[in-house]
Each structure stands twice: as C-alpha cells, then as structure tokens.
C-alpha cells in the first residue's frame, strides 16, 4: 500500500518536470524568433546633382567612367518619428559603360548625427528609370550594427533632379 502511494508522487513530478521544461524550451524559441525578427521600410526621397565628373577612356569611342553625387531628403512611408524619416540622403555613383562598376554608396544622416551606410549595385537600366539592389553596411550611434538590404528604382526628372525609392528590411542589435 505505501508503494502505490509513491508511484503516483513520482509520475507528478516527472509529469511537473516535463512541463517545466516545456516551458523553458518554448520561451528560448519564442525569445530566438523575435531577435530574428526584421522590420520592413519603404521610403521616398528626392535627390539634387551637386558634382558630377565624366572621363573618356580611349579604349574605344564609347567608353566613359562617371562619378554623380547627390544631395537630398528621404522619408519613409510609415511616417513621423520612424526609421531614417526626413534624414539627409547623399549617393555617390561610380558608373563605367565598359561595365566594370556600376553602383556606389548611400549615406543617410538623421539630425542628431546617427549615420547609415549602405553600398548598392545597379541591376537594370531603361533611362530615365534606374534599378538595382542595397545593403547596410555599418552605422553610427543609434544605428551601430544595423544590418539589412532591399531594392532601389531611381528615375531621373531632370539632368540635375531624381527621385528614389527605395524597399527593403533592416534590423538593430
């Protein structure tokens, strides 16, 4: 009779440490997927040419390297307060119709000083319309160790005025 007693006991408490670590397992999963979790972005921006150099390379009468810089504003759909809305937006664009570069740097700088750094490649092109691909690449401050990537369609307005947007997805440490 005290033997069945304990059997009982026993099976409640394999029972209750089972449970325990059930628990323990589901939040170590649950707290690993919202530290993978990657916040989306789209945003707008309008761009303003403030240099921009063109060298002939006498290899053969259609080769040329560029170098464009752009001074502007991006904002990002979501709205006041959000990720790099109404930040300062610089491209740097290296560009060689023999194919060799074609891509460059965007720098976003918010006004406490906190920079993003992304690199990016061209991927398509159908002037006045420009195409291509994104990735993070560092920050400052605030955006120290984001990571992320996305895409870009750049369109010309004028010889001097563009316009970007620009999709993709980001994370913060």
Partial sequence: ???SKLIPRKLNRNYFAIFLFLIVVFLTLNTAA???EKNTWIAHSALVVTKS?????NDNENHFVFFTEYDG???NDKGEGSFLDKARYQVVYLGDTAGMVDGGYKIFT?????????KYQGTAAAPPV???KW???GGTRKYKGITGKGVFTL???SEKTSFDILKGEYKLP
């Fill in 1 to 3: 009779m005290l033997r």
């Fill in 73 to 75: 504003v991006v904002f």
């Fill in 130 to 132: 420009f195409n291509g």
């Fill in 135 to 137: 990735e993070f690449i």
């Fill in 53 to 57: 150099e063109t060298l002939k390379v």
């Fill in 34 to 36: 919202l530290a993978e």
């Fill in 155 to 157: 369109t010309t307005t």
């Fill in 110 to 118: 918010m006004p406490d000083g906190s920079q993003v750094f992304a």
